[in-house]
C-alpha cells in the first residue's frame, strides 16, 4: 500500500507547516494564550484563507471533499505547534455532527458559516459522574410541543467559552445510563437560559463548564435521531479519536525532535551528553514508540471513514491505546533527558508533554480504550 502524500497533499503539509513555523514560535504561543480570547483570531482567519475549515465537507455541501487523510494532515501540523485555536471542536467535531447527522436544510445553513469562519462549534458531553462513557447522560431534554427544553450541566467543553453555538447530548427518555432514549441538539450559545464559565486548561487551551436551565429549542435543533441520537455521537467521537492521534503525532515528533537537540549541545564532563550510550538507547526508544505510534494512527485514519462501525471502532480503540501507551514513553523521556529544565514554564517540551497528557485524556484513557478492545475481542476479531 502506498503510504506516500499526493501533491496536493504535500502542498497542504508544506503551506500550513510554513505559517506555523512563522507564526507560531514559544514566545507567540504565549502571547495569544494571554489574550482575551485565548488563541489567534488572526490566525483562524488565514485558516480560513487557506481553506482548512472547508477541507472536511463534501463540495456540494460547500467544502473543499477533503478526507480524513488531508485532517490528519491539518492535525499533526497543529500538533507540532501546539496551536489553540478551536479546529478541532469546530471543524472536525462539529463539522462530523453536521456531516453524519445533519438534514439538507441543516447543512445548508451551517457548513457555508464554519467554512467561511464565521461559525465556531463546540460538543457538550461530558458530566460530572459519566467520566469516559458517552451513553452516560443526566441532561434532559423534555419534549414542549414541536421542540424541546433542556436542563443540566456539562462540563469541560473544550473551547466551549468561544463557541457560537453548542452541540449537546440530552435525555428525552430513559434511565441515566440507558443507550437508547438520548437526543443531540444544536443550542445558541447565547441562548436564554445558557450560563458559560470559561477557563484555561492545563495544556494552554480553553474550555468551559456550561448551564442549561430551561433552555427552550426547536424542532430544527434536533441532529438525527432525538430517540436514538447515540449511534451517531459515537461516530463523530471516533472521527474525532482519529484527528487527535493525528495530533498526538506531531506533539511527540516535536518533543522528540527538541530533546535531541538537547542533548546534541548540552555537556556534561566536557562532551555532549547525547554521546552517552544510555541517552541514545533513551532516544531511540522515543523514536520507537513515535513509529508504532504512527503505524496505528495511520489505521485510524483509514478506518475513521468507514461505514462499519464495529471495525472502525476497533480501530479507534487500538490507536487510543497504542498512542497513550507511547506519548507517555516519549514524554517522561524527554522530560528525564532534559532535566530540571524540562519542568519549567520557560521551555516548550513540559507544555508538549502537558498536552499529550490531555490528549491522553481526552474522550477515554490509554487503559479505557483498552479494556474496552479488550471486551470487543482485539483489534483482529478471532
Same mark, same amino acid.
Given at each position: 500500500?502506498?503510504? /506516500?502524500?499526493?501533491?496536493?497533499?504535500?502542498?497542504?503539509? /508544506?503551506?500550513?507547516?510554513?505559517?506555523?513555523? /512563522?507564526?507560531?514560535?514559544?514566545?507567540?504561543?504565549?502571547?495569544?494564550?494571554?489574550? @482575551?480570547?485565548?488563541?489567534?483570531?488572526?490566525?483562524?482567519?488565514?485558516?480560513?484563507?487557506?481553506?482548512?475549515?472547508? *477541507?472536511? #465537507?463534501?463540495?456540494?455541501?460547500?467544502?473543499?471533499?477533503?478526507?480524513? =487523510?488531508?485532517?490528519?494532515?491539518?492535525?499533526?501540523?497543529?500538533?507540532? @505547534?501546539?496551536?489553540?485555536?478551536?479546529?478541532?471542536?469546530?471543524?472536525?467535531?462539529?463539522?462530523?455532527?453536521? $456531516?453524519?447527522?445533519?438534514?439538507?436544510?441543516?447543512?445548508?445553513?451551517?457548513?457555508?458559516?464554519?467554512?467561511?469562519?464565521?461559525?465556531?462549534?463546540?460538543?457538550?458531553?461530558?458530566?460530572?459522574?459519566?467520566?469516559?462513557?458517552?451513553? +452516560?447522560?443526566?441532561?434532559?431534554?423534555?419534549?414542549?410541543?414541536?421542540?424541546?427544553?433542556?436542563?443540566?450541566?456539562?462540563?469541560?467543553?473544550?473551547?466551549?467559552?468561544?463557541?457560537?453555538?453548542?452541540?449537546?447530548?440530552?435525555?428525552?427518555?430513559? /434511565?441515566?445510563?440507558?443507550?437508547?432514549?438520548?437526543?443531540?441538539?444544536?443550542?445558541?450559545?447565547?441562548?436564554?437560559?445558557?450560563?458559560?464559565?470559561?477557563?484555561?486548561?492545563?495544556?494552554?487551551?480553553?474550555?468551559?463548564?456550561?448551564?442549561?436551565?430551561?433552555?427552550?429549542?426547536?424542532?430544527? @435543533? =434536533?441532529?438525527?435521531?432525538?430517540?436514538?441520537? *447515540?449511534?451517531?455521537? $459515537?461516530?463523530?467521537?471516533?472521527?474525532?479519536?482519529?484527528?487527535? @492521534?493525528?495530533?498526538?503525532?506531531?506533539?511527540?515528533?516535536?518533543?522528540?525532535?527538541?530533546?535531541?537537540?538537547?542533548?546534541?549541545?548540552?555537556?556534561? #564532563?566536557?562532551?555532549?551528553?547525547?554521546?552517552?550510550?544510555?541517552?541514545?538507547?533513551?532516544?531511540?526508544?522515543? #523514536?520507537?514508540?513515535?513509529?508504532?505510534?504512527?503505524?496505528?494512527?495511520?489505521?485510524?485514519?483509514?478506518?475513521?471513514?468507514?461505514?462499519?462501525?464495529?471495525? $472502525?471502532?476497533?480501530?479507534?480503540?487500538?490507536?487510543?491505546?497504542?498512542?497513550?501507551?507511547?506519548?507517555?514513553?516519549?514524554?517522561?523521556?524527554?522530560?528525564?533527558?532534559?532535566?530540571?529544565?524540562?519542568?519549567?514554564?520557560?521551555?516548550?517540551?513540559?507544555?508538549?508533554?502537558?498536552?499529550?497528557?490531555?490528549?491522553?485524556?481526552? +474522550?477515554?484513557?490509554?487503559?479505557?480504550?483498552?479494556?474496552?478492545?479488550?471486551?470487543?475481542?482485539?483489534?483482529?476479531?478471532?
Amino acid at each position: 500500500m502506498d503510504f /506516500d502524500l499526493s501533491e496536493e497533499q504535500s502542498i497542504l503539509k /508544506d503551506s500550513l507547516d510554513r505559517l506555523l513555523g /512563522d507564526t507560531y514560535g514559544f514566545e507567540d504561543r504565549k502571547r495569544y494564550m494571554a489574550s @482575551a480570547e485565548g488563541w489567534s483570531p488572526q490566525l483562524w482567519s488565514q485558516y480560513t484563507e487557506m481553506g482548512l475549515l472547508a *477541507l472536511p #465537507f463534501a463540495e456540494e455541501d460547500g467544502g473543499l471533499g477533503g478526507t480524513a =487523510v488531508e485532517t490528519a494532515i491539518v492535525m499533526e501540523s497543529l500538533g507540532k @505547534a501546539l496551536a489553540l485555536e478551536p479546529y478541532f471542536t469546530t471543524a472536525i467535531l462539529g463539522g462530523a455532527f453536521l $456531516r453524519y447527522g445533519g438534514n439538507d436544510d441543516q447543512r445548508a445553513r451551517y457548513i457555508p458559516a464554519v467554512a467561511e469562519g464565521a461559525l465556531k462549534l463546540a460538543f457538550a458531553q461530558v458530566e460530572r459522574n459519566s467520566r469516559f462513557d458517552l451513553h +452516560h447522560v443526566e441532561t434532559t431534554a423534555r419534549k414542549d410541543g414541536s421542540g424541546y427544553v433542556l436542563n443540566g450541566q456539562k462540563s469541560v467543553v473544550l473551547h466551549g467559552d468561544c463557541a457560537d453555538k453548542l452541540f449537546v447530548t440530552a435525555r428525552t427518555a430513559g /434511565d441515566v445510563r440507558d443507550e437508547n432514549g438520548i437526543g443531540v441538539f444544536l443550542v445558541d450559545a447565547t441562548a436564554q437560559g445558557v450560563t458559560v464559565r470559561g477557563y484555561r486548561t492545563q495544556d494552554g487551551l480553553r474550555a468551559a463548564e456550561v448551564t442549561f436551565d430551561n433552555v427552550a429549542v426547536g424542532a430544527e @435543533a =434536533v441532529f438525527g435521531d432525538a430517540e436514538n441520537g *447515540l449511534p451517531l455521537v $459515537r461516530r463523530v467521537v471516533d472521527t474525532g479519536i482519529a484527528a487527535l @492521534a493525528a495530533e498526538s503525532i506531531g506533539v511527540m515528533s516535536a518533543m522528540h525532535a527538541l530533546t535531541v537537540d538537547y542533548l546534541k549541545v548540552r555537556k556534561q #564532563f566536557g562532551v555532549a551528553i547525547g554521546q552517552f550510550q544510555v541517552l541514545q538507547h533513551a532516544a531511540v526508544d522515543m #523514536f520507537v514508540a513515535i513509529e508504532q505510534a504512527r503505524s496505528i494512527s495511520l489505521y485510524a485514519t483509514m478506518m475513521a471513514d468507514s461505514d462499519d462501525a464495529t471495525e $472502525r471502532t476497533r480501530a479507534i480503540h487500538a490507536a487510543k491505546a497504542e498512542i497513550g501507551r507511547g506519548g507517555k514513553i516519549v514524554g517522561e523521556n524527554a522530560i528525564q533527558l532534559h532535566g530540571g529544565v524540562g519542568m519549567t514554564m520557560e521551555y516548550a517540551v513540559g507544555h508538549y508533554f502537558k498536552r499529550m497528557t490531555m490528549l491522553n485524556i481526552a +474522550h477515554g484513557d490509554a487503559d479505557y480504550h483498552l479494556r474496552a478492545l479488550a471486551a470487543m475481542g482485539g483489534l483482529l476479531a478471532a
